[in-house]
């Protein structure tokens, strides 16, 4: 009897002690997190909201891995225009140009933004209109990440979806180009916070997915960038036979599709593909966190986590303000028909997808 108290209370110290850790752990570790935005803003709302995107989105992955990088790159642009307020998502047509529509976002994926709509019409069935489109984009980016091999974290949530698009100058402003030095970059995300350590670890994001020659045919064509690798150069101009041919290439050559530190491999032996990422192994400001990122795995998903979970907080609209979109594509005003054609939607998918639930 004695011996069995004792049992329990050691387990129960046991347990008090960890917990007491995780929570000193998450007060000094944790990034602040912006007024509105929760860890558990869904416990009560949406209980099996992270559960559905997971499953899902594993699906998705097991027929065509390559999607994990449509998905954390919609994210990315999301959030840096205007705020991660879902408004890439929304169709230019009802409205006028969107954020889809200006330059840096004509390569993003049709797939990704299928899937987002895919996501919000399983979560709706199982729990109404109450997650955003914008959320839901942040959950996505989040497992895309672990389900290509990265780390796995916890995001704050709450967003609301914003009910205006942002100007395609806007666009154009907020999103540095792929032929900008590292102090073009640097300078560009100090704008929104970031530091050195955050850029470079955002920038590793570049381990998975790939580019249209278009992206980087300026460091090929009229001259050969010096920087580059000479086999990695050759390869490229056989990708890449003209300056505008629309072919792709994989950003990391080692690892394409799995998220991991060798992007940095990469960099260091010269075989980053857009001159944003390898000119952060010639300033001096990165190139040490480059080499530290390469040579230690942990240490870039640790800073690369407090930096997507910092991105994911840009700007971001909560409480009352915008909306909860039913249809990620488009506002609820502008969706006339809306009521009749989400429940045909939602039955059809219940039906087709009865043996997923
Ligand atoms: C730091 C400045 C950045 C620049 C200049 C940049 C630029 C680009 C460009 C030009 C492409 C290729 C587009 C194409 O030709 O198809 C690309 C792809 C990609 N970017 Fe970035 N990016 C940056 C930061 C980020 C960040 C912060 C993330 C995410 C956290 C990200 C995630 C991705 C992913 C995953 C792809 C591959 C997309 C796909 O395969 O569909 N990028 N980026
Ligand atoms: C957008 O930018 C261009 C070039 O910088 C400028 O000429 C134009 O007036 C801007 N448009 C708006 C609506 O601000
Ligand atoms: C790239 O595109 C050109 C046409 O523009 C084509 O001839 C060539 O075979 C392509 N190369 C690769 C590697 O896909
Ligand atoms: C969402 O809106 C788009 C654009 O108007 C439309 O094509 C699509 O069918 C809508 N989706 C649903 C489920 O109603
Ligand atoms: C559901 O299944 C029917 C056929 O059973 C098909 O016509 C329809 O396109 C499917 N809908 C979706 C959303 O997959
Ligand atoms: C102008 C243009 O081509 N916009 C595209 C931007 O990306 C989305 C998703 O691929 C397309 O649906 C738009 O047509």
Not at 84 to 104: I, N
Request: one cysteine or more; hydrophobic letters at 40%.
């Amino acid at each position: 009897m004695a011996a069995s108290y004792t049992f329990l209370f050691l387990v129960s110290s046991l347990l008090l002690a960890s917990y007491f850790c995780v929570v000193s752990d998450a007060a000094t570790d944790s990034p602040n997190i912006v007024k509105g935005l929760s860890w558990s803003f869904y416990d009560y709302s949406c209980p099996q909201l992270e559960s559905i995107v997971r499953k899902h989105l594993k699906k998705v992955f097991n027929d065509d891995i390559t999607q994990t990088a449509g998905l954390l790159r919609l994210h990315f642009h999301d959030c840096f225009v205007q705020g991660c307020d879902g408004s890439v998502l929304l169709d230019g047509s009802a409205s006028g140009p969107s954020e889809q529509d200006a330059p840096p976002n004509l390569t993003l994926r049709a797939r990704a933004f299928q899937i987002i709509n895919d996501l919000r019409a399983r979560i709706e069935h199982k729990c109404g209109r109450v997650v955003s489109c914008a959320d839901i984009t942040a959950l996505a980016a989040r497992d895309s990440v672990f389900l290509a091999g990265g780390p796995d974290y916890d995001i704050p949530l709450g967003r609301r979806d914003g009910l205006s698009f942002a100007t395609r100058n806007a666009t154009l402003a907020n999103l540095p180009p792929p032929f900008g030095t590292a102090e073009v970059i640097l300078t560009s995300l100090a704008t929104k916070n970031f530091d050195a350590t955050d850029v470079v670890a955002l920038s590793g994001a570049h381990t998975i997915g790939i580019a249209h020659c278009p992206s980087f045919s300026s460091r090929l064509f009229p001259n050969l960038d010096p920087t580059l690798d000479n086999t990695f150069a050759k390869n490229l101009k056989l990708t890449c036979p003209t300056a505008t041919t629309s072919n792709t290439t994989v950003l990391d050559i080692r690892t394409p599709n799995k998220f991991d530190n060798k992007y940095y491999v990469d960099l260091l032996n010269r075989q980053g593909l857009f001159t944003s990422d390898q000119d952060l192994f010639t300033d001096e400001r990165t190139k040490g966190i480059v080499k530290s990122f390469a040579l230690d795995q942990d240490l870039f998903f640790d800073k690369f986590v407090k930096a997507m979970i910092k991105m994911g907080q840009l700007s971001v609209l909560t409480g009352n303000q915008g909306e909860i979109r039913s249809n990620c594509s488009v506002r609820n005003n502008d969706y006339v028909s809306y009521s009749k054609t989400v429940v045909e939607q939602v039955v059809e998918d219940l039906e087709n997808l009865s043996d997923e639930f």
